[in-house]
């Protein structure tokens, strides 16, 4: 069993940053691929970011490569999601997951954990 909680969410302006934070309780968090979902109002839930369980392979969608980035500390149990030059398309409630499967850069499974999701507003 792994627990989420994801912090960090806000109102920003279009061009600014933010940090999301996931931490995650259970001693299972290190052999997790981990990812960042969000889901904008009236829209289906669209994945983000991954990165695998030792940290050295990261993944992203087209619409957020280059602007976000994904990270994670074991020691920590936490995974993190920079958000750079932020637009109001990024707009949505994030959610962290764990246990997600990637082929190549495609989500083929979602991970059985969801954290409760953190709100990420981005005025133009």
């Known amino acids: 069993q792994v627990q989420l909680a994801e912090s960090g969410g806000g109102l920003v302006q279009a061009g600014g940053s933010l940090r999301l934070s996931c931490a995650a309780s259970?001693?299972?968090?290190?052999?997790?691929?981990m990812g960042w979902f969000r889901q904008a109002p009236e829209k289906e839930r669209e994945f983000v970011a991954a990165?695998?369980?030792?940290?050295?392979?990261?993944f992203y969608a087209d619409s957020v490569k280059g602007r976000f980035t994904i990270a994670r500390d074991n020691g920590k149990n936490t995974v993190y999601l920079q958000m750079n030059s932020l637009k109001p398309e990024d707009t949505a409630v994030y959610y962290c997951?764990?246990?997600?499967?990637?082929?190549?850069?495609?989500?083929?499974?979602?991970?059985?954990?969801w954290g409760q999701g953190t709100q990420v507003t981005v005025s133009s």
């Open positions: 997951n764990a246990g997600l499967a990637l082929l190549g850069t495609r989500v083929v499974r979602q991970g059985d954990y």
């Open positions: 990165i695998a369980w030792s940290g050295d392979s990261t």
């Open positions: 259970g001693r299972t968090f290190s052999r997790y691929t």
